[in-house]
């Protein structure tokens, strides 16, 4: 096998930069290298039986031969006006192998057996494959306890600023990315006010509760929410095959005493069942587990079922992407034989033992004019039972359009 090696003079310091930036953190010795590789960069590749195996930036990644086919960017493969592809990824050879090949300063070339030609950017191959991937976080995060999140001294977004600067826009969206709650003061206490603030960020997410919903302990529902009693930490609608994404609180009035908010970061919890507990953590990610609502009013009939693992992850990285979490909703355990389900009862231990360390968790009361934002994928919330007359509006928003929003600003969502 031919080995190519071309060494060349990196055209621009900051374009490599980019680059690398985009492969996350990375071990002393290869930063060393990565920082060597700033004044001159080496690129070479060889072309293995089963793939290209392509070292640049540091990084040594292997590509697929049916793979480099489909991700052909040229015109009649890849329509960039619409960012969609036109090749029929059917029509490939799955035994193709590019009959000729070469590398300029920034870019690959593979010829295929029919003479099509393909041009690879090399920043691109590097940002986009697998061992690149692996290396870097989808969603960059701070993991916090109750100390860390205080003394974070994270601002609220003030409600004029929210509705008419994007910057303001951006920053609130920007914390809530990273901690996975957010707050608006100065809001006024309208369920009105309240659905406009949810515009600016994303789409409401209509349920059974309803577009926006506004409630007190009058138990118009069946369900534990509609009551005055303390609500143990958890996520809602896990009963939902994708739960809602985002929650929003607002409590338009409170004449009586309780009734404090509390919420827990379950990807820090998550993250301390990983780093003590790999096993446990393994079966909290793996073991699908139903959640059920089975509601049975007579003006309301409704049967949700979900079915997923407590903590879902990225197969490639274990990043932990949504925390299903509600022991009130959590339904008949059919899907594990009996020796597994005792494994899987003691890491849902560790793992509350976590969501239940008095660090961890942050209390609030929420107060008219103070909008709460909550990742309902990350942060679980919870409630102190009180006395009086207490009315919370809200509502769930689309997950995908958050992130849509935040994409928009300019935001790594
Ligand atoms: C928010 N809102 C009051 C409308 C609904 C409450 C839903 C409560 C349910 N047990 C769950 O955790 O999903
Ligand atoms: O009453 C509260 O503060 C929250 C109740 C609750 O968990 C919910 O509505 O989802
Ligand atoms: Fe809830």
């Not at 290298?33 to 960069?41: E, F």
């Not at 609030?364 to 102190?384: A, S, Y």
Request: net charge neutral.
């Amino acid at each position: 096998m031919a080995l190519i090696r071309l060494l060349t003079r990196l055209s621009g310091y900051v374009h490599l930069k980019q680059g690398l930036e985009c492969l996350g953190a990375s071990s002393p010795s290869k930063r060393l290298q990565q920082h060597t590789a700033a004044h001159s960069s080496s690129c070479s590749y060889q072309l293995q039986p089963d793939c290209l195996e392509l070292s640049y930036g540091g990084l040594v990644m292997h590509f697929d031969y049916v793979w480099l086919r489909d991700h052909c960017r040229s015109a009649s493969c890849y329509n960039s006006k619409t960012n969609q592809r036109n090749l029929d990824t059917a029509s490939i050879d799955l035994n193709i192998r590019p009959s000729k090949s070469r590398v300029d300063e920034n870019n690959l070339f593979l010829t295929w057996p029919d003479g099509h030609i393909t041009r690879y950017n090399l920043t691109w191959l590097a940002q986009n494959s697998y061992e690149g991937q692996k290396r870097s976080a989808v969603q960059p995060r701070i993991l916090w306890s109750a100390d860390i999140y205080s003394s974070a001294e994270v601002p609220s977004a003030s409600w004029d600023k929210f509705m008419s600067c994007d910057e303001e826009l951006k920053n609130f969206l920007n914390n809530f990315l990273l901690y996975g709650i957010a707050f608006v003061e100065g809001v006024p206490p309208t369920l009105e006010a309240t659905e406009t603030a949810t515009q600016r960020v994303s789409l409401i997410r209509e349920t059974m509760y309803g577009r926006m919903w506004n409630f007190t302990s009058d138990f118009s529902r069946g369900d534990t929410a509609y009551t005055k009693l303390a609500l143990d930490r958890h996520t809602d609608t896990s009963y939902f095959q994708e739960p809602c994404g985002i929650q929003v609180f607002h409590c338009l009035r409170h004449e009586g005493t309780g009734g404090r908010t509390l919420l827990v970061d379950g990807f820090h919890a998550a993250d301390a069942v990983l780093q003590r507990t790999p096993e446990n953590f393994e079966l909290l990610s793996h073991v699908p587990i139903k959640h059920e609502y089975v509601e049975n009013l007579s003006e309301h009939r409704n049967h949700m079922i979900g079915i997923g693992p407590v903590l879902n992850v990225y197969p490639w990285n274990n990043e932990v992407y949504m925390i299903r979490y509600n022991n009130y909703d959590r339904s008949v355990i059919n899907t594990v034989p009996h020796d597994e389900v005792r494994r899987w009862y003691a890491a849902h231990r560790q793992l509350t033992a976590e969501l239940r360390r008095p660090d961890n968790e942050l209390w609030v009361k929420l107060k008219p004019g103070k909008v709460l934002f909550i990742d309902n994928w990350r942060v679980l919330h919870g409630r102190e039972s009180f006395t009086g007359l207490r009315q919370l509006c809200g509502c769930y928003l689309t997950r995908d359009d958050v992130l849509n929003t935040a994409r928009s600003l300019g935001l790594q969502a």
